[in-house]
């Protein structure tokens, strides 16, 4: 079932968290901001969600009329069902101009043109992409945790979503925004730590979102975070985060033992 996040006459958020069960592979959040006749969909996920999802849509009366597929990184669980929304819908597709090269390689034969002529190849800088009048706002992310990275805003609804920044694997009791931020902690601690860059692309990030002052923050995986009080804990905790290349050492660089004969 779909979460609304937010709702006015013109402009609808919804969640989708449960699209992959059990097991299956790790839990996801999947996006789609409506906008008047046309919507986007945010890291749709791998073959896993695609059918509960499409499903969803056509529901929601938005199937054929989804305008972006929009991809915060390269991942399978962001955008591993490229092909399905390629072939079944009218839709653009929206990934880093790094990883735009490479998704020939991920798209079947028979879709290459079609590939082709409906990719944008976001610049480092990001982008802002119309959608039936309102705007969104693509803001680079890089390095947290793929080369070519970015999160989105969403001015009307002030949602940013953050794409693996902030994803935690809770249990799926736990859906809720976090209400005890000290608590949640563990859940996002060692994804951070090994996932993200260095501190430094962490405190340039947090930076560009204080001064959005997003109502909602909304990673990719697990709980999300709800008002200013709950998003600054979030930012705080992660401006101190010493992580990626900030951890390593000579010690994680050594050939394990083989016979040298
Ligand atoms: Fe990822
Ligand atoms: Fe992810």
């Known amino acids: 079932m779909a979460k609304i996040l937010f709702k006015n006459k013109h402009h609808r958020v919804l969640l989708f968290q449960n699209l992959v069960e059990g097991d299956e592979g790790i839990q996801c959040n999947q996006f789609l901001i409506q906008h008047g006749n046309q919507c986007a969909l945010l890291d749709p996920g791998g073959l896993l969600s695609y059918a509960g999802l499409a499903e969803q849509l056509t529901q929601l009366g938005m199937f054929d009329k989804l305008r972006y597929v929009v991809a915060s990184h390269q991942?399978?669980?962001?955008?591993?069902?490229?092909?399905?929304?390629?072939?079944?819908?009218?839709?653009?597709?929206a990934v880093s101009k790094l990883w735009a090269r490479?998704?020939?390689?991920?798209?079947?034969r028979a879709l290459q043109k079609q590939l082709s002529k409906r990719l944008i190849a976001l610049p480092d800088a990001g982008q802002v992409l119309p959608l039936a009048g309102a705007e969104l706002v693509i803001l680079p992310a890089h390095y947290l945790h793929s080369v070519g990275n970015f999160s989105l805003y969403d001015p009307e609804s002030?949602?940013?979503?953050?794409?693996?920044?902030?994803?935690?694997v809770v249990p799926?009791?736990?859906?809720?925004p976090v209400t005890d931020f000290q608590a949640h902690v563990k859940y996002m601690d060692g994804f951070h730590r090994r996932y993200m860059v260095s501190n430094k692309a962490l405190k340039l990030w947090v930076n560009m979102v204080r001064d959005l002052d997003p109502e909602l923050l909304v990673p990719q995986h697990g709980r999300y975070f709800s008002g200013k009080e709950s998003i600054s804990q979030f930012l705080d905790w992660l401006e101190g985060l010493r992580c990626g290349v900030d951890l390593i050492n000579q010690h994680m660089y050594r050939a394990p033992d083989f016979r040298r004969d």
């Open 102 to 108: 490479f998704f020939p390689h991920i798209t079947s």
């Open 172 to 176: 799926s009791d736990l859906f809720e």
């Open 158 to 168: 002030r949602i940013l979503f953050s794409g693996d920044i902030g994803a935690s």
């Open 75 to 93: 991942d399978p669980d962001v955008i591993g069902s490229l092909d399905k929304w390629l072939l079944n819908t009218p839709c653009q597709v």
